[in-house]
């Protein structure tokens, strides 16, 4: 019996002001055992850092595009020079660990069946940074917001020809409210349009944690509520989905402020918030029609 056959992978960056920390993606490029991959670099500055990041790793084979800033805006700039069979997205300032693209080539290509799979989020000690599950699960609608990460997702390359590009009016640089969510929204439609899609949590991408003081970490909470709430929206969740992502940030404020820790109960309260007022935009902005 043929052994199943390899995926090819091509690795969209986005990169805008950053360096050193390419650098680092760039030399963990070089360090995977697994070569079948080429890197897309949408470059969005406004020097030549990135061409001469590249000069310096010639072991990476990479393809350069421009485009003007905007995360989703940059995303899509890239698709249509997608030619191998998985596409990821790893963020300009992560790390891909040894063994990596070999992991999830053998995922995808033991399971034909998949549309996608899902790694989790590590600090670059390897401490997964939110709340991820343990185990390997399907991804559903209703858990789709904590099984993905934008840098964690490996997608075949016809499911995004299904799907589409990233929602432009999302995430960093969309000059809207809305500054995440996107690769959330892409899968959101994936799943509706029938996509098999699994979170693996052996599948670690490393990423610097961010220290944020508490009004920072405020306004977090409300930047990534308001874009779950509109994503919700604008795609129709049920009310017990919608109930359930509105009293989660009830609960962990009480927690938070039994424990006297109030700089976090803010930040849960003002997630409420900003899933509150992203949900009103989304409604008068309508439904997505598939």
Known sequence: MQPPA?????????TLGRSSELEALLVSLEHQSYR??????VDQNDDDRVGEALTL???????????EPGLSRARNAALPHVTADVVAFPDDDCVYPDGLLEAAARTLAERPNLDGVSGQAADPLGRPTGRWPTSRCTIELDTVWNRANSHTIFLRRELLERVGG???ALGLGSGTPWHSGEEIELLVRALRL???LEYEPSLVVLHPARVLDPAAQVALGRRDGASVGY?????GYPARVVGRMLTRPVGGAVVCLLRRDSARARFHLDTLRGRVV???AGRRAGTVSL
């Open 57 to 67: 790793h010639p072991g990476v084979e990479a393809l350069r595009l421009r485009c």
């Open 278 to 280: 992203g949900y009103r």
């Open 231 to 235: 994503i919700l929206a604008r795609h």
């Open 194 to 196: 029938g996509a098999r």
């Open 6 to 14: 390899q995926p090819t992978f091509d690795l969209v960056v986005a």
């Open 36 to 41: 079948s991959f080429r890197l897309v670099v």
């Open 166 to 168: 990233f929602d432009e």
